[in-house]
């Protein structure tokens, strides 16, 4: 069956005839045809190598959810805080350990100093204490941080809190007679009241400009039974006592020479050389 093209005028969408849209064209029929008084009609070929949009396409959104931590996950601005803390409590450490052996180094200085000095050395010792187990905890707070853990406004404030002693500590100022009446408690008898002994000869005399001082060493009960009972004024001899008069003296000895262990490390008594070498031989006074 022969076909002839032919336009039919303005193209017409074909929406309006059979709703798809777009262009047509008519095909008419040369022949006699059963079917002569009909028309076909033929919608136009899908281009199948029309042009890709370039523009870009539109990726699914994530669930505003999702991207949230878990409840029991710390938020990262509250670890960051932790580790400013903890790098300030490790700083004030370094700096209170290095201003103790800076007193432990000193050799010579005036009584007056040496007693400041003591009792400042004291008093860093127990804020290096506190700082390190304040950096333990903030060590474990940072390594577990998937644990429940308190706030970071909790841990702040615990943060303030020591570091508010220890500025505390810091601007106190102990005078020199005040420092001078603290020792003179302690050590004329105070370290065993009511056990009529002589103390003195074994610690640091801050009626004496001078340090370190020379003192006798307390190193075993046995001489500091014989310093304090000597058998020439007819006390009797330490091998003639009791079992509990012996364990009573070694208790007392205890006592002092966990004492004359601190002075010494402090800088303020000495000893001869083969005791010196004797002291740090020692494995532990308690």
Same mark, same amino acid.
């Given at each position: 069956m022969d076909f002839e093209l032919y336009e039919s005028g303005p193209l017409l969408p074909i929406g309006?005839?059979?709703?798809?849209?777009?262009p047509s064209l008519s095909l008419g029929s /040369?022949?006699?045809?059963?079917?002569?008084?009909?028309?076909?009609?033929?919608? !136009?070929?899908?281009?199948?190598?029309?042009?890709?949009?370039?523009?870009?396409?539109? *990726?699914?959104?994530?669930?505003?959810?999702?991207?949230?931590?878990?409840?029991?996950?710390?938020?990262?601005d509250e670890i960051a805080q932790l580790r400013g803390e903890l790098a300030m409590e490790r700083e004030r450490s370094v700096r209170a350990e290095a201003e103790i052996q800076k007193l432990q180094?000193?050799?010579?200085?005036?009584?007056?100093?040496?007693?400041k000095h003591h009792i400042r050395s004291q008093e860093l010792e127990r804020e290096n204490q506190a700082l390190q187990k304040r950096n333990r905890e903030l060590e474990e707070a940072l390594n577990n941080p998937s644990k429940e853990q308190?706030?970071?406004? /909790?841990?702040?404030?615990?943060?303030?809190?020591?570091?508010?002693?220890? *500025?505390?500590?810091?601007?106190?100022?102990?005078?020199? !007679?005040?420092?001078?009446?603290?020792?003179?408690?302690?050590?004329?008898?105070?370290?065993?009241?009511?056990?009529?002994?002589k103390l003195q000869c074994y610690f640091f005399d801050p009626s004496e400009n001078e340090a370190p001082q020379t003192v006798n060493d307390a190193s075993n009960s046995y001489i500091f039974y014989r310093n304090q009972r000597p058998a020439s004024k007819g006390y009797?001899?330490?091998? !003639?006592?009791?079992?509990?008069?012996?364990?009573?003296?070694?208790?007392?000895?205890?006592? *002092?020479?966990? !004492?004359?262990?601190?002075?010494?490390?402090?800088? *303020?008594?000495?000893?001869?050389?083969?005791?010196?070498?004797?002291?740090?031989?020692?494995k532990s006074f308690e």
């Open positions: 309006s005839q059979n709703g798809l849209g777009g /040369s022949g006699a045809s059963e079917n002569s008084n009909h028309v076909p009609t033929m919608t !136009e070929p899908v281009n199948q190598w029309s042009p890709i949009s370039s523009a870009p396409t539109a *990726l699914p959104t994530p669930s505003s959810t999702s991207s949230l931590p878990p409840k029991d996950t710390w938020k990262e180094n000193s050799e010579r200085l005036s009584a007056d100093m040496v007693v308190p706030s970071s406004s /909790s841990a702040s404030h615990v943060a303030a809190r020591i570091k508010k002693e220890i *500025l505390d500590d810091e601007e106190r100022q102990i005078s020199v !007679e005040e420092a001078r009446d603290i020792w003179r408690k302690k050590f004329s008898g105070g370290i065993l009241p009511g056990k009529n002994l009797p001899k330490w091998n !003639e006592l009791e079992s509990a008069e012996k364990e009573e003296w070694t208790k007392m000895w205890r006592v *002092l020479r966990k !004492e004359q262990e601190k002075q010494w490390k402090a800088g *303020l008594i000495k000893f001869e050389k083969v005791v010196l070498f004797r002291m740090k031989k020692e």
